[in-house]
Nanobody
Framework: QVQLVESGGGLVQAGGSLRLSCAAS????????MGWFRQAPGKEREFVAT???????YYADSVKGRFTISRDNAKNTMYLQMNSLKPEDTAVYYC?????????????????WGQGTQVTVSS
């Protein structure tokens, strides 16, 4: 079992920045690929970014160049630095852990989820 807790969400103006954190406990954090997903009201939960245990990353086209995913295995923590935020980035952001070694953008491949943190970007 892996327990995940997100933090760092909030209200920010368009063009601003936020940094989300995901603290993990339980099984060895470094053994999992980690991902960020988001869900806006009335929409499906969608993939945002993922980082493998090797450190390689992959992003959704909608956030590429604006968001940066990273992890600190010593602290059992993953981060999402979000810059140049847009109103369409408004959503609940979830972190998730996957035991699959390859890049995974399908939420069904992630077994463990946090409770989510709200990000609201005003225009």
């Amino acid at each position: 079992q892996v327990q995940l807790v997100e933090s760092g969400g909030g209200l920010v103006q368009a063009g601003g920045s936020l940094r989300l954190s995901c603290a993990a406990s339980g099984r060895t954090f470094s053994g999992y690929a980690m991902g960020w997903f988001r869900q806006a009201p009335g929409k499906e939960r969608e993939f945002v970014a993922t980082i493998r245990n090797s450190g390689s990353t992959y992003y959704a086209d909608s956030v590429k160049g604006r968001f940066t995913i990273s992890r600190d295995n010593a602290k059992n923590t993953m981060y999402l630095q979000m810059n140049s935020l847009k109103p369409e980035d408004t959503a609940v952001y979830y972190c998730a852990a996957s035991s699959y070694l390859s890049v995974q953008t399908d939420r069904g491949r992630y077994a463990y989820w946090g409770q989510g943190t709200q990000v609201t970007v005003s225009s």
